[in-house]
């Protein structure tokens, strides 16, 4: 099997039709097709259930369509390794980033690296945790910035700082005159949250479930801008977001309130693929991420 016949499978898996992986490719569709019958023949199985309207991968097909995507990448990789012996540094990194420390930190760590290594083209998705992780576990991305996985045990983590989670209230709000508030004082309270597949959202929650407390949820969002303009003109909600927050321009005409007894907290850090490659581009945007969090 040739490394050509694997990509040819990743861009029919990626464009749905032989025709449109043809058009992609710059080959005839039966040139692509003739290549999918001799994988079929050396493997021994058909790759595609063709009985149906819509082209899909039988089991045999998607077990090879996930080898191949690995296969190509620790390919690409060794090329790119091949370049930086000879300092040339340039390819695209792909980093999946969590919501709250995109919208603050990595700006500035972007704006930083691309002024150092503008041969380096980034590519950032801002992602919730576990799609980081599975992304980055099916090579999907180079680098992670999130939590400690949860799901995937296998995947490196190294901790950059701890983060409180605050309470998050406008001007007018009946704690807006307190600092600290026991978890305890929030039972019963309105909130404006995250919708539960967020890591931040199950931090809370676990912290209220140990304190007892049942808050009233009244709304659920899947952006932290959203929640903080959903509480410029609501004197009786609040929000529970991460420090880093209040950082954020829309937060500027907000208050927090630290919370204790439990307090909420999250660890964010850098994830790796144990013993995968690590570029040297990815090296050292960690270590530019890292100078960043370190001035904060």
Not at 80 to 93: K, P, V
Not at 148 to 154: M, Q, S, T, V
Not at 178 to 202: F, H, M, P
């Amino acid at each position: 099997m040739e490394l050509r016949q694997l990509k040819y499978l990743l861009s029919i898996a990626e464009e749905g039709t032989f025709t449109a992986a043809a058009d992609k490719l710059f080959i005839s569709q039966s040139a692509l097709s003739q290549q999918v019958k001799r994988m079929e023949e050396e493997l021994g199985v058909p790759l595609f259930d063709r009985s149906r309207n819509r082209l899909q991968f039988t089991e045999a097909g998607e077990l090879l369509h996930q080898r191949a995507k690995r296969i190509v990448k620790e390919v690409d990789e060794a090329k790119q390794a091949i370049d930086e012996l000879e300092q040339l540094y340039r390819g695209t990194l792909k980093i999946g980033v969590v919501q709250t420390v995109n919208a603050y930190l990595i700006p500035h760590v972007v704006s930083s690296f691309s002024s150092q290594y503008p041969d380096v083209g980034l590519k950032l998705e801002e992602l919730s945790a576990p799609q980081v992780e599975k992304k980055l576990h099916e090579h999907e991305l180079d680098l992670g910035i999130s939590f400690h996985p949860a799901d995937y045990p296998e995947l490196g983590f190294n901790g950059l700082f701890d983060e409180e989670l605050l309470l998050i209230i406008n001007g007018q709000h009946s704690l807006t005159d307190k600092e600290v508030i026991d978890v305890a004082e929030l039972d019963r309270q309105k909130l404006i949250l995250l919708s539960e597949g967020y890591c931040t959202r199950r931090i809370w929650d676990r912290c209220a479930m140990e304190a007892g407390i049942e808050p009233d949820v009244a709304i659920e969002m899947n952006t932290i801008g959203g929640l903080l303009s959903a509480l410029e003109g609501n004197s009786t909600a609040g929000t529970i977001l991460p420090a880093l927050t209040m950082k954020m321009k829309a937060a500027e005409q907000l208050k927090s309130v630290r919370i204790k007894n439990p307090t909420p907290k999250r660890t964010v850090g850098l994830l790796w693929r144990n013993g995968g490659y690590r570029s040297k581009a990815a090296r050292k945007f960690a270590d530019i991420l890292q100078h960043k969090v370190d001035e904060i």
